[in-house]
């Protein structure tokens, strides 16, 4: 079976399935994410696939009060914050992801090198594109 394309919509169709997947470069062994036909490192376009743990530590993060249309549809606004976070994945690339089991409201509270896990938004709720989140470990 081919490569499904390295777009955004085949990586929304792998969180659907509860898979972090990234494009992986056959030629130099790098990560692109979000994946792409072609390597960021060499340029190569011999590119596969590859699933990811979805573990990692908290890079960076902002908490957000005006947030995107998805996120206003969600609930979240000037009093109900949400943290849009920077995770370092221990394969070593980073990826954008909304954080949760944090207190958003309080900022103070959250501390950049948290181990996190990947959760899958929405990954069983019929014609909703599934969304990529992170928790703290444990
Ligand atoms: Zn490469």
Sequence with gaps: MAEAEFTAAAFNRFLKEG???A???RGCDSLALPPRSLCPNCHGSDMEWTPLKGTGR???FSCIAVGSTRMVQEGYDR???YCSAV???DEGVRVSAQLLGVEAN???TIRVGTPLKADYLDQDEEGKEAALA???QG
């Design 106 to 108: 309080r900022p103070e």
């Design 79 to 81: 009093t109900n914050l």
């Design 87 to 89: 995770v370092d994945l």
């Design 23 to 25: 494009a992986r470069c």
């Design 58 to 60: 908290l890079a960076a």
């Design 19 to 21: 898979k972090l997947m």
């Design 134 to 136: 992170f928790r703290p």
